[in-house]
């Protein structure tokens, strides 16, 4: 499984991006989906994860109502919105995969087998 994960930039404090997460593999709906990130200096943290099917969805406590985690298996994508930037949001952010049958999701980065090369974000205040 490749990932490759795009959109990140340059934003303002208070600014939006919308991230997306394009597997190799197919059917992709065969795994659930993840983001992390990790800001300089720090362990790679949990964001948030979405079911195979898109129907259950997890976030951390500090991007819960601002990041929106959703996929679109036709297209082999998931993406993360995320809304009302704020500085420390600047890290790198990661997708990952975890196959579904492995179990249900999760935030640990130890249960995702798969990983993207990460983009870039950064919010200016």
């Known amino acids: 499984v490749q990932l490759q994960a795009s959109g990140g930039g340059l934003v303002q404090a208070g600014g939006s991006l919308r991230l997306s997460c394009a597997a190799s593999?197919?059917?992709?709906?065969?795994?659930?989906g993840g983001w992390f990130r990790q800001a300089p200096g720090k362990e790679r943290e949990f964001v948030a994860a979405?079911?195979?099917?898109?129907?259950?969805?997890l976030y951390a406590d500090s991007v819960e109502g601002r990041f929106t985690i959703s996929r679109d298996n036709a297209k082999n994508t998931v993406y993360l919105q995320i809304g009302t930037l704020k500085p420390e949001d600047t890290a790198v952010y990661y997708c990952?995969?975890?196959?579904?049958?492995?179990?249900?999701?999760?935030?640990?980065?130890?249960?995702?087998?798969?990983w993207g090369r990460g983009t870039q974000v950064t919010v200016s205040s």
């Open positions: 990952a995969a975890r196959f579904r049958l492995g179990g249900p999701l999760s935030s640990s980065v130890d249960s995702y087998g798969f």
């Open positions: 593999v197919r059917p992709f709906k065969n795994y659930h």
């Open positions: 979405v079911s195979w099917n898109g129907g259950n969805t």
